[in-house]
């Protein structure tokens, strides 16, 4: 009793100042994410001055965001003011709290983003998928340009996606990770239902990933959040009721609890099963060359080293040191998701362009589908234009493979898990869901 009257006491002594920069400092960043969201869906203003697929734009944007940056500048430099004099044990209870506040701004901007979307689906009874276009360009440069149109179509969320990287790498291990790092069936579990809210395509998720690995967190929970937040994610799943017919709906669902649940633990109790009798990387030898390309490819992930020498004592410092690493983890991966993006483009392209609905067209689907990178609910457009053309089975292939893994999603999982085996498994499980759910179709 004496403890907790003793931190009632403390906490009454925190100047009013500085709890009003904390509310100034959040309050800013809620205006800015608010205006980065209305940037990708515009639902704020009643007319914009410029609308593309990929972006619009009003001059209140640019005051909005102007008036959040300045006030997240003035909020950050009053809090470290203050910090200089407060108590340490009553700044490290702000600092938790904070950490929390931050991740709630980031989940609520991430569900305007998806609902928006969704809610206009809805309205209207279709989704488009638009942004496939390559903007005209053929030849060789044709993945390159494709590869332009996904990073267009997904900035938004992979903004966030960096963001919630950095915040998970920087306050996870003090709050998250006793979760986060549940082996066995209760960390793939878990992971699924970390995903459940998250509507990230799987290269956005597969972003977080190394965040969550470099902090503790387990193979089943990493690949059941990977997987899951494509599949499971609650958005999808409603898109997918509303505007599917009933038995590629019923498809959708299944094969989102199957592959995000039962698949990715059964992958990561492989991976269990290689460590306990001894399977590491060096027992089955690869190329020297080969070899150091893959180490080097390894160490771009070690993002731990980012945050081990900066201060998380303070909501100033958790918020610089959040900043700081999300920019970091942005310099280091998003290249690294374009360049196997253009990689996936181009062997996309290079498949046999005879298409039916047979055997062979849904196999070839399965693995297109399955390197192929595709925005969050992209599957459900491309699966109604391929049943309404007849391609039943190769349409219930796509809904399944389309989503969950792509190349540079499994590249990225690799280099964050340092398993290329684990990794390969888990693509050839999806490819091979999605060969079995086409032939059911066909």
């Known amino acids: 009793m004496r403890i907790e009257c003793a931190d009632s006491f403390r906490e009454q002594h925190v100047p009013s100042s500085y709890r009003w920069s904390l509310t100034a400092l959040v309050a800013s960043l809620g205006l800015f994410l608010l205006a980065i969201v209305d940037l990708r869906r515009g639902f704020l203003f009643a007319d914009y001055f410029l609308k593309t697929p990929y972006l619009v734009l009003s001059p209140l944007h640019l005051l909005m965001l102007a008036i959040g940056l300045m006030g997240l500048l003035a909020g950050h430099r009053t809090l470290k003011r203050h910090e200089t004099t407060l108590d340490p044990a009553v700044l490290e209870s702000y600092t938790g709290r904070m950490a929390f506040v931050l991740f709630g701004l980031l989940v609520a901007d991430l569900f305007t983003y998806r609902g928006v979307a969704a809610a206009r689906a809805v309205a209207v009874g279709s989704l488009g998928a638009g942004w496939l276009a390559a903007f005209g360009v053929t030849g060789w440069l044709k993945p390159v340009a494709l590869s332009v149109s996904y990073l267009l179509a997904v900035w938004h969320a992979t903004v966030l996606g960096v963001l919630l990287a950095g915040l998970a790498l920087t306050f996870m291990p003090r709050y998250l990770q006793p979760y986060c790092a549940r082996p066995g069936f209760g960390g793939t579990l878990f992971g699924g239902l970390f995903a459940l809210p998250q509507p990230f395509c799987s290269c956005c998720a597969a972003l977080i990933t190394p965040s969550l690995v470099r902090r503790g967190a ?225």
Do not use: H, K
């Not at 989503?403 to 280099?415: D, H, I, K």
């Open 218 to 442: 387990s193979v089943n929970f990493s690949l059941a959040f990977v997987v899951g937040s494509p599949m499971l994610n609650l958005s999808a799943l409603i898109l997918a009721a509303v505007l599917l017919p009933a038995p590629y709906a019923i498809t959708r669902v299944l094969a989102g609890v199957i592959l995000a649940v039962l698949v990715t633990y059964a992958v990561s109790r492989l991976a269990e099963r290689w460590d306990r009798i001894g399977v590491s990387r060096n027992q089955w030898p690869l190329n020297p060359r080969v070899s150091r390309w893959r180490d080097l490819y390894y160490r771009i992930f070690d993002l731990e080293g980012l945050v081990r020498e900066r201060p998380l004592n303070t909501p100033g410092d958790l918020v610089s040191t959040w900043l700081f690493v999300s920019g970091r983890i942005a310099l280091i991966l998003v290249p690294t998701l374009w360049v196997w993006s253009v990689a996936t483009a181009a062997m996309v392209q290079a498949l046999p362009s005879t298409f039916g609905n047979n055997l062979p067209s849904v196999v070839s689907a399965a693995i297109a589908g399955t390197l192929l990178m595709v925005s969050t609910w992209t599957e459900i457009p491309v699966a109604l234009q391929m049943i309404q053309a007849g391609y039943t089975g190769p349409a219930a292939t796509l809904l399944v493979v389309l989503p969950p893994v792509s190349l540079p999603c499994l590249m990225l999982l690799a280099g964050s898990l340092g398993r290329y085996r684990v990794v390969l498994l888990l693509g050839l499980a999806v490819a091979v869901a999605g060969i079995i759910a086409g032939v059911a179709f066909l």
